[in-house]
């Protein structure tokens, strides 16, 4: 046996050292492969979410404190990854994980009432979108207000609080996360108040550079909006759920002034007020993360896809890596992107921009009957990740070289894996 291991180890010694050596090779896998690297995703994230040097309930968006220094907690990064554990857990309820989960949900919600709290003193007040990991907010110059914070963590937490008054908690959730006292003096309720009140002012877009209306903040706000609504009415609070519904129907008028007559595509912002001006091209990523993270039967959908057509077609020629016809195309950011993750010497395709591809197509995939087509194209950016990830323990970083593949930016991302296991869950479950 001990000579069985040892060949074994060997084998993969050797493997390991192809793997690094070859550029994006083809790796033989299979869909056994996507199922440990789905589990090896989740216990990466657990593993962040438990790192000792931090608050609990703090989610830091990478365990990297220097070159780059993610060591904070932003608001949206966690509202994504508090998503993707509560889709985990839908899709597959164990009592281990529900007792992990609801541990750290409940941290996670103390955690943001502080920072809630504490932002609420700021010029940027809730749009506040980052925090030292004590729950103290960051004050460094920064892109602020991001307005999809507060309207991801609405989002996220009514969708918990639904689930916690269908198990029958109702008291529970109008203790801790909604009541209709106002001015509201629960966490759901504080954030719809300020996304009813703030979604037609500008603010900064979630890549933190640019300062205007953004489809994707704004595809966020409407759903926290009827989300928000139907908890409100749950929790004996009619009126206020009259005025998100009210407040959504605004939002979505919006939306729809994105659609680009012309291309046909869906634009990332407009309006804008601040920040950087190089995006010539106006196609972004942000779009489809607006159309997953938001609704995807929107009025607009078929201009989301030719945003997402024209964008892969930017990517095939941009990064090296895509020469490599038998993989699925490395999506980045946006065309013009120049941040490498720490400084800018050139935009590199990110784990979660390529996820959410996997996901929007498998999404697709389901509306049309469960299309085959749709989603075998929708695995194969699963796939490519598999091919950039370290095997070993699933590591995955915030973005891949464009040119040879090799992880890049902030190690062990908490978003890469986060989204990672949606698209996953959307793919294959
Ligand atoms: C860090 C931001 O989070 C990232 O999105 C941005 O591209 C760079 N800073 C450059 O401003
Ligand atoms: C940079 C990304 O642009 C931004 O969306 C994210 O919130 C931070 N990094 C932290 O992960």
Known sequence: MGIRLFILGVFQLSLQMFFQVSY???VIVSEKDLDAQYEKSVNQLLENLNHEDIRRGAVIASPSKNDPDYFYHWTRDAALVQDSLLQAYLAKPSEELSKKLTENFINWVEFEYRAQRSSSFTTAALGEPKFNVDGTVFAGPWGRPQNDGPALRALTMSKWALALIQAGRKEWVRQYLYSSDLPATKIIKTDLE??????????????????GLHYYTLSIQKKALILGAALAEKMDDPFAGRYYREQAVYVNDEL???????????????????????KKSKLDVAVVLGTLHGYL?????????????????????LYAINKQKNLSTAIGRYPEDVYDGNGFSGGNPWFLAT??????????????????????KGIGYLYRTLTHVDR??????????????????????????????????ACLK
């Open 194 to 211: 300020y996304t009813s009140r703030n979604w037609q002012v500008p603010s900064f877009d979630l890549w933190e550079e640019v300062s």
């Open 392 to 425: 070993r323990n699933g590591e995955m970083s915030e973005q891949y070289s464009r040119q040879n593949g090799y992880l890049m930016g902030a190690s062990h991302l908490s978003w890469s894996y986060a989204s990672f296991i949606t698209a996953y869950l």
């Open 297 to 317: 039967d929107q009025e607009n959908l078929e201009a989301v896809a030719i945003t997402a057509q024209n964008l892969e077609q930017n990517f095939r020629s």
């Open 355 to 376: 996820h959410a591809y996997a996901e929007f197509y498998c999404k697709l995939s389901q509306r049309n009957g469960g299309s085959l087509n749709l989603q075998q």
């Open 24 to 26: 994006a090779a083809p």
């Open 256 to 278: 729809l002034k994105f659609t680009d007559s012309i291309h046909g595509f869906v634009i990332a912002t407009r309006n804008q007020t601040d920040g950087w001006t190089n």
